[in-house]
């Protein structure tokens, strides 16, 4: 799982399955994507319940985040992949995007998985961030209890068009990705949102996060269904959508 030299696909899969048991997919997928071509970065995420970031697994729904050599190998890994083939065989519900990575500050797991990102910081149209965070262990009771007022700011927010909060480990390694209309509606909810502004404070004073991300992505296509519907549905997205 080592970042690639230049970032030019980033793609996001979210999952719903019938089962509970679906869990053993993260140990049974982990050799396939190693051997996958093109694929330069990745990370198999358990989700939170719903849009929440708060703590609670749904044991039923799971994430991929994918960083690619090119779109070539995104759609040969969506044509031919067992991966692939058992979300359309098995899935309740499955939404895939696809991102041009736009700018990043930060690593995960000690390497920058959007290097070669444009910088450029933003884009007509929507938007979608990554957050991503290593918890110190003895800053965890902190960082919990405000997550619950940060999570109900985000629900309300105007502009989201959808938001799930992921993670590699329960409680520790926390990530949230989220859909908005546009950059105007994620600069007034980092900035102007009261809870959101405490958090982004106690974080720097009193150092809650060992390693950081954080990422802006312009969407080029999406298909499938995210919570009943597609989120970027209707934004005129130019790209051929996912397959």
């Known amino acids: 799982m080592t970042a690639t030299n230049v970032a030019s696909i980033v793609s996001f ?17 982990r050799p396939v994507l190693r051997a996958t071509a093109g694929l330069g970065f990745w990370r198999l995420l358990g989700t939170g319940r719903g849009a929440s970031a708060a703590p609670g697994a749904d044991p039923r729904r799971w994430a991929l985040l994918a960083v690619w050599r090119d779109e070539a190998d995104l759609d040969a890994f969506l044509d031919a992949s067992p991966i692939a083939r058992r979300w359309r065989r098995e899935a309740d519900e499955a939404w895939h995007g696809r991102f041009a990575p736009l700018s990043a500050r930060g690593t995960w797991g000690g390497v920058d998985p959007f290097a070669g990102a444009s910088g450029a910081g933003t884009a007509a149209g929507p938007l979608a961030v990554l957050t991503r965070a290593a918890i110190r ?58 809870a959101h502004r405490r958090v982004i404070g106690a974080v720097r004073e009193r150092g809650w996060y060992g390693e950081e991300l954080f990422a802006r992505l312009a969407p080029l296509g999406s298909a499938g269904a995210w919570d009943g519907a597609d989120p970027l549905a209707g934004s005129g997205l130019s790209h051929p959508r996912p397959r």
Do not use: I, K, N
């Not at 899969?13 to 997928?29: C, G, I, Q, S, T």
């Open 13 to 29: 899969h979210l999952v719903r399955y019938p089962r509970r048991r679906a869990a053993r997919y993260m140990a049974f997928d």
């Open 137 to 194: 262990p003895s800053r965890l009771a902190e960082f919990h209890r405000a997550v619950p007022a940060v999570d109900r700011a985000l629900a309300a927010a105007d502009g989201r068009l959808a938001s799930v909060g992921v993670g590699e480990w329960p409680l520790v390694r926390q990530a949230t990705f989220s859909l908005w209309r546009d950059a105007a509606a994620v600069t007034a909810f980092a900035h102007r949102g009261e």
